[in-house]
C-alpha cells in the first residue's frame, strides 16, 4: 500500500504538462461517455414517464416530443465526441489509471450512441403508435393486478414444490447411482437419462393425460385455502420428478467433487458407508452445490410456464397462461410484458444472491464459518 | 513373546497391471513401534492400508488379534475402531470444529453419551496440547495442529494400534517436530504404532522395530540402529546415501 501510493506521487511530480493535460482529458472523456448514456436512458425514461402512461397515446406523444429529440441528439454527440477522444488518445496515457478512464469513456460513447440511433431511427422510421398501443398498453392491464399476483403465487409454489421435492428425490437418486453395485445404479441411471432425455413438455403432458384419462386418477390438493385440480397437481408432481433427475447429477458431481480422503477417514473411525455419507461426505457436498442447485431453480420457474400446455383452471394460471389468457381476450401484448416483469421481479434477486453465494464459496468462507 | 497384534500372511496387491505389494509376511508385536522406511513407490503406504483393510489385498490375508480381516464374514467397522490411523493429508472434517471431528466417532460408532464423549474429546485434545483450539475449525489451524488434532481424533477412540502414514510429508520443516514429539510420547507411552516415514531421525530414535522396502518388497527388517548405523544391504545404502 505505502509502496503503491509512494511510486505515484513519484509519477505526479513526474508528470509533465502534456501529460497532465492527457489524464484531466481523459477524465473528460469518461465523463463525457457516461453522461451520453446516462442521459439518453433515464433522460428518455423522464421524458415519457412525467407525461404519464395512461392512455398510451401519452407514451408515444413523450417519445415524439421535441425534448426526446434534443436528449437523444445531444447523447449522439456527446457519445461520439468521447469515442473519439478516448480510442484516438488511450494509446498515449501517462499512467494505467488514465489509459483506462480513456477507454471506458469511449466504450460508454459506444452504447450511448448505439441507444440513441436505434430510439431515433425507431422514432423517425419506425412506427411508435402501434408497437406502444400492442406492448405498452398499461390501460388493457387496469383490474388484473389481483389476478396478476395470483399467477405470480402459482408459478412460485409450482417451483418450491418441485425444487423441494426434486431435492430429496435427487439426493435419493444420487445415492443409488454412486453405488458400487450395477444393479442398483442401473435402475436409477435408466430414471434419470429418461427423464433429462425427454422434453419437459412431453412429461406434463403424458403424465397428466394419461393419469387422468387412462388411469381415471384425478389427484387434487388443497393448500390451505388455495384448491388445486388434477392438471396443477399432476404438475407438480411431473416438476418434482423431473426436478429429481438433474438435482441427482447435481448431487453425484458434488458428493464426487469431495477428497477421496475424508470417506477413508470416516471409515477409518469404524463408521458404516451411510454414517460416513450422512455425517461427513454429503454436509460437505450440500454446500459444494448449493449455486447449482439455485441455478436449477431459475431455470425450473421458467419452466413451469409450460403447463400452458395443461388445462388450467383460471385459478391455477401461473404466470404465463394468466398472460396468454389476457392476450387471447384482448389481442395485446401488454399481458407479456407484465408477466415478463413478473419473472423478472423473481429470478433477478435469486441470480444475484447465486453469484453472491458463489464468490463466498470461492473465497473459503463457508468451510470456516458454517 | 506375546501373541502378534496384527499379522499379514502372503499379502499380495495389484493396481491394475501394477504390482505394488509382492508378498509381504509381517507381524507387529505390542508395544513394537515399526518403522516403514524405503524409496517413493516402494509400497509403504499400500501396505499401511491394507492393515486396516483401506486398500483389500489381492491376495493373502490380514489378521488383527484372532480376527481375519480378509473374512469378508467380519464386521470391519468393529475392527477398525481398534485400528486408528493418521493420514498425510489430515482428513479432518472441514465442517466440524476440532471437538466434533473428535466426538462424531465417539457418538455414532461408540455410542458415548454426549458428555462422556465430549469429555473424553477434552481429555485427548489436551494430550496434543490443543485444548484451546477446540472450538476452531480445521481450517484456521495450522498444518501441525490439524495433525494433532488428527492424532486425537484416532486415539480416542482408545485403539490398540497406530496407523501412521507419511504423517509429516505435507507440513512446513518448522512443524513437523511438533508432530513428531506428539508421536514421540505416544511410542514412550507404549502404544503399539506402524510408521511409514521419511523422518529418518524419527525413525531411528523412536522406531524399536524398522523394514526396510523396495519394489513391493520387504528387503530388511531390524533394529533400525543398526541399520542406519551399519547399512550392509546394498540397497538399503545406496537408499540411504541419496537421502541423508
Same mark, same amino acid.
Do not use: C
Given at each position: 500500500?505505502?509502496?503503491?501510493?509512494?511510486?505515484?506521487?513519484?509519477?505526479?511530480?513526474?508528470?509533465?504538462?502534456?501529460?497532465?493535460?492527457?489524464?484531466?482529458?481523459?477524465?473528460? %472523456?469518461?465523463l463525457?461517455?457516461?453522461?451520453?448514456?446516462?442521459l439518453?436512458?433515464?433522460?428518455?425514461?423522464?421524458?415519457?414517464?412525467?407525461?404519464?402512461? @395512461?392512455?398510451?397515446?401519452?407514451?408515444?406523444?413523450?417519445?415524439?416530443?421535441s425534448?426526446?429529440l434534443w436528449?437523444?441528439?445531444?447523447?449522439?454527440?456527446?457519445? #461520439? *465526441?468521447?469515442?473519439?477522444?478516448?480510442? &484516438?488518445?488511450?494509446?498515449?496515457?501517462?499512467?494505467?489509471?488514465?489509459?483506462?478512464?480513456?477507454?471506458?469513456?469511449?466504450?460508454?460513447?459506444i452504447?450511448? $450512441? *448505439?441507444?440513441?440511433?436505434?430510439?431515433l431511427?425507431?422514432r423517425?422510421?419506425g412506427d411508435?403508435?402501434?408497437?406502444?398501443?400492442?406492448?405498452?398498453?398499461?390501460?388493457?392491464?387496469?383490474g388484473?393486478?389481483?389476478?396478476?399476483?395470483?399467477?405470480?403465487?402459482?408459478?412460485?409454489?409450482?417451483?418450491l414444490?418441485?425444487?423441494? &421435492?426434486? +431435492?430429496?428425490?435427487?439426493?435419493?437418486? /444420487?445415492?443409488?447411482?454412486?453405488?458400487?453395485?450395477a444393479?442398483?445404479r442401473?435402475p436409477?441411471r435408466?430414471?434419470?437419462?429418461?427423464?433429462?432425455? %425427454?422434453p419437459?413438455?412431453?412429461?406434463?403432458?403424458?403424465?397428466?393425460?394419461?393419469l387422468?384419462? &387412462?388411469?381415471?386418477?384425478?389427484?387434487?390438493?388443497?393448500?390451505g385455502?388455495?384448491e388445486?385440480?388434477?392438471?396443477?397437481v399432476?404438475?407438480?408432481? *411431473?416438476f418434482?420428478l423431473?426436478?429429481?433427475?438433474y438435482?441427482?447429477?447435481?448431487?453425484?458431481?458434488?458428493?464426487q467433487?469431495?477428497?477421496?480422503?475424508q470417506?477413508?477417514?470416516?471409515?477409518?473411525?469404524?463408521?458404516?458407508?451411510p454414517q460416513?455419507?450422512r455425517?461427513a461426505?454429503?454436509p460437505?457436498a450440500?454446500?459444494?452445490v448449493?449455486? =447449482?442447485?439455485?441455478?436449477?431453480?431459475v431455470i425450473?420457474?421458467?419452466d413451469?410456464?409450460?403447463?400452458? *400446455?395443461?388445462?388450467?383452471?383460471?385459478?391455477?394460471?401461473d404466470?404465463?397462461?394468466? /398472460?396468454?389468457?389476457?392476450y387471447?381476450?384482448?389481442?395485446?401484448?401488454t399481458?407479456?410484458?407484465?408477466?415478463?416483469?413478473?419473472y423478472?421481479?423473481?429470478?433477478?434477486?435469486l441470480?444475484?444472491?447465486?453469484?453472491a453465494?458463489?464468490?463466498?464459496?470461492r473465497?473459503?468462507?463457508?468451510?470456516? #464459518?458454517? | 513373546?506375546?501373541?502378534?497384534?496384527?499379522?499379514?500372511?502372503?499379502?499380495h496387491?495389484w493396481?491394475?497391471e501394477?504390482?505394488?505389494?509382492?508378498? +509381504?509376511?509381517?507381524e507387529?508385536?505390542?508395544?513394537?513401534?515399526l518403522? $516403514?522406511?524405503g524409496?517413493?513407490?516402494?509400497g509403504?503406504? %499400500?501396505?499401511?492400508?491394507t492393515?486396516?483393510?483401506?486398500?483389500?489385498?489381492?491376495?493373502?490375508?490380514?489378521w488383527?488379534?484372532?480376527?481375519? !480381516?480378509t473374512?469378508?464374514?467380519?464386521? +470391519?467397522?468393529?475392527v477398525?475402531?481398534?485400528? &486408528?490411523?493418521?493420514?498425510?493429508a489430515?482428513?479432518?472434517?472441514?465442517?466440524? %470444529?476440532?471437538?466434533?471431528?473428535?466426538?462424531?466417532?465417539?457418538?455414532?460408532?461408540l455410542g458415548?453419551?454426549?458428555?462422556?464423549?465430549?469429555e473424553?474429546?477434552?481429555?485427548?485434545?489436551?494430550h496434543?496440547?490443543l485444548?484451546?483450539?477446540?472450538?476452531?475449525? =480445521?481450517?484456521?489451524?495450522?498444518?501441525?495442529?490439524?495433525?494433532?488434532?488428527?492424532?486425537?481424533?484416532? !486415539?480416542?477412540?482408545r485403539?490398540?494400534?497406530?496407523?501412521?502414514d507419511?504423517?509429516?510429508?505435507?507440513?512446513? =520443516?518448522?512443524?513437523?517436530?511438533?508432530?513428531?514429539?506428539?508421536?514421540?510420547r505416544l511410542?514412550?507411552?507404549?502404544?503399539?504404532? @506402524?510408521?511409514v516415514?521419511h523422518?529418518?531421525?524419527?525413525?531411528r530414535?523412536?522406531?524399536n522395530?524398522m523394514?526396510?522396502?523396495?519394489?513391493?518388497?520387504?528387503?530388511?527388517?531390524?533394529?533400525?540402529?543398526a541399520?542406519f548405523?551399519?547399512?550392509?544391504?546394498?540397497?538399503?545404502?545406496q537408499?540411504?546415501?541419496?537421502?541423508?
Amino acid at each position: 500500500m505505502i509502496v503503491t501510493e509512494g511510486r505515484t506521487s513519484q509519477e505526479n511530480i513526474a508528470q509533465t504538462g502534456a501529460e497532465r493535460r492527457l489524464s484531466a482529458s481523459a477524465l473528460i %472523456t469518461l465523463l463525457l461517455g457516461a453522461a451520453g448514456l446516462a442521459l439518453v436512458i433515464v433522460g428518455t425514461f423522464l421524458v415519457i414517464v412525467l407525461r404519464g402512461l @395512461v392512455p398510451y397515446e401519452r407514451v408515444v406523444e413523450g417519445l415524439l416530443s421535441s425534448e426526446t429529440l434534443w436528449i437523444l441528439i445531444t447523447s449522439l454527440v456527446l457519445g #461520439t *465526441v468521447a469515442i473519439i477522444g478516448g480510442f &484516438g488518445r488511450y494509446g498515449r496515457m501517462p499512467t494505467k489509471r488514465s489509459r483506462e478512464q480513456a477507454i471506458a469513456g469511449a466504450v460508454l460513447g459506444i452504447q450511448a $450512441v *448505439v441507444l440513441a440511433a436505434v430510439l431515433l431511427l425507431f422514432r423517425e422510421v419506425g412506427d411508435p403508435d402501434r408497437f406502444v398501443f400492442h406492448f405498452f398498453n398499461i390501460e388493457f392491464l387496469q383490474g388484473s393486478g389481483g389476478v396478476f399476483v395470483r399467477a405470480a403465487r402459482n408459478t412460485l409454489i409450482l417451483a418450491l414444490v418441485g425444487e423441494l &421435492g426434486g +431435492i430429496v428425490l435427487g439426493l435419493l437418486l /444420487a445415492m443409488l447411482v454412486l453405488s458400487k453395485r450395477a444393479v442398483v445404479r442401473a435402475p436409477a441411471r435408466l430414471y434419470i437419462n429418461f427423464f433429462r432425455g %425427454t422434453p419437459l413438455i412431453w412429461q406434463l403432458s403424458v403424465f397428466y393425460f394419461g393419469l387422468s384419462l &387412462g388411469l381415471g386418477i384425478r389427484p387434487e390438493i388443497a393448500l390451505g385455502p388455495i384448491e388445486f385440480g388434477p392438471a396443477y397437481v399432476s404438475a407438480m408432481i *411431473v416438476f418434482i420428478l423431473n426436478t429429481g433427475a438433474y438435482a441427482s447429477e447435481v448431487f453425484r458431481a458434488g458428493i464426487q467433487s469431495i477428497e477421496r480422503g475424508q470417506m477413508e477417514a470416516a471409515r477409518s473411525l469404524g463408521m458404516t458407508y451411510p454414517q460416513a455419507m450422512r455425517h461427513a461426505i454429503v454436509p460437505q457436498a450440500f454446500r459444494r452445490v448449493i449455486p =447449482p442447485l439455485m441455478n436449477e431453480f431459475v431455470i425450473l420457474i421458467k419452466d413451469t410456464s409450460l403447463i400452458v *400446455v395443461l388445462g388450467l383452471a383460471a385459478s391455477e394460471f401461473d404466470l404465463f397462461t394468466q /398472460a396468454r389468457e389476457g392476450y387471447a381476450t384482448t389481442f395485446n401484448a401488454t399481458f407479456f410484458t407484465a408477466a415478463a416483469v413478473g419473472y423478472l421481479a423473481v429470478t433477478l434477486p435469486l441470480i444475484r444472491a447465486v453469484n453472491a453465494v458463489e464468490k463466498r464459496l470461492r473465497s473459503g468462507l463457508v468451510t470456516v #464459518t458454517s | 513373546m506375546s501373541p502378534p497384534l496384527l499379522r499379514l500372511e502372503g499379502v499380495h496387491k495389484w493396481f491394475g497391471e501394477n504390482h505394488v505389494l509382492r508378498g +509381504i509376511d509381517l507381524e507387529v508385536v505390542p508395544q513394537e513401534v515399526l518403522a $516403514v522406511i524405503g524409496p517413493s513407490g516402494s509400497g509403504k503406504s %499400500t501396505l499401511l492400508r491394507t492393515m486396516n483393510l483401506l486398500e483389500e489385498p489381492t491376495e493373502g490375508r490380514v489378521w488383527f488379534e484372532d480376527t481375519e !480381516l480378509t473374512d469378508v464374514r467380519t464386521d +470391519i467397522n468393529e475392527v477398525r475402531t481398534h485400528l &486408528g490411523i493418521v493420514f498425510q493429508a489430515f482428513n479432518l472434517f472441514p465442517h466440524k %470444529t476440532a471437538s466434533q471431528n473428535i466426538i462424531l466417532a465417539l457418538d455414532k460408532v461408540l455410542g458415548l453419551g454426549e458428555r462422556e464423549a465430549r469429555e473424553r474429546a477434552m481429555q485427548e485434545l489436551r494430550h496434543v496440547g490443543l485444548e484451546h483450539k477446540a472450538d476452531e475449525h =480445521p481450517g484456521r489451524l495450522s498444518g501441525g495442529q490439524q495433525q494433532r488434532v488428527a492424532i486425537a481424533r484416532a !486415539l480416542a477412540m482408545r485403539p490398540k494400534v497406530m496407523l501412521f502414514d507419511e504423517v509429516t510429508s505435507a507440513l512446513d =520443516p518448522e512443524l513437523i517436530q511438533e508432530v513428531l514429539d506428539v508421536m514421540k510420547r505416544l511410542a514412550d507411552e507404549g502404544m503399539t504404532m @506402524v510408521v511409514v516415514t521419511h523422518e529418518m531421525g524419527f525413525a531411528r530414535e523412536a522406531a524399536n522395530k524398522m523394514l526396510f522396502m523396495d519394489e513391493g518388497e520387504i528387503v530388511l527388517k531390524g533394529d533400525p540402529r543398526a541399520m542406519f548405523d551399519r547399512p550392509e544391504h546394498p540397497r538399503l545404502r545406496q537408499f540411504l546415501s541419496r537421502i541423508l
